[in-house]
């Protein structure tokens, strides 16, 4: 599995921050994107009927900015413009 960008944030944050600074809105996207699916923005416990086995669902954090909660947004946008490429090249071919 590959890294996030939350553990990317988490591993090498600290000293990043240590030498740059922040503006307001560039440490807002950094503590949405760092607290996005964990229990910092709690969650919901869901239990199987069959087995009894739980599992926690972490709230997202809904951010414009977090990766994790745009990639449904942006692959949706990539099919929509491939879809009107793949129109507009049939269409010159016929």
Same mark, same amino acid.
């Not at 087995?51 to 745009?70: F, I, K, L, N």
């Not at 990639?71 to 269409?91: C, P």
């Given at each position: 599995?590959?890294?996030?960008?939350?553990?990317?944030? =988490?591993?090498?944050?600290? +000293?990043?921050? =240590?030498?740059?600074?922040?503006?307001?809105?560039?440490?807002?996207?950094?503590?949405?994107?760092?607290?996005?699916?964990?229990?910092?923005?709690?969650?919901?416990?869901? =239990?199987?009927?069959?087995? +009894?086995?739980?599992?926690?669902?972490?709230?997202?954090?809904?951010?414009?900015?977090?990766?994790?909660?745009?990639?449904?947004?942006?692959?949706?946008?990539?099919?929509?413009?491939?879809?009107?490429?793949?129109?507009?090249?049939?269409?010159?071919?016929?």
């Amino acid at each position: 599995m590959s890294a996030t960008l939350a553990e990317a944030l =988490a591993r090498f944050g600290p +000293g990043y921050l =240590a030498a740059h600074g922040l503006s307001r809105a560039q440490a807002k996207a950094w503590r949405a994107i760092a607290a996005c699916r964990t229990p910092a923005l709690g969650g919901q416990q869901f =239990a199987c009927d069959a087995c +009894g086995s739980t599992q926690w669902r972490w709230h997202s954090c809904r951010s414009r900015h977090c990766p994790r909660c745009q990639k449904q947004a942006a692959d949706a946008w990539r099919r929509a413009r491939l879809a009107e490429l793949l129109a507009a090249v049939q269409e010159s071919i016929t």
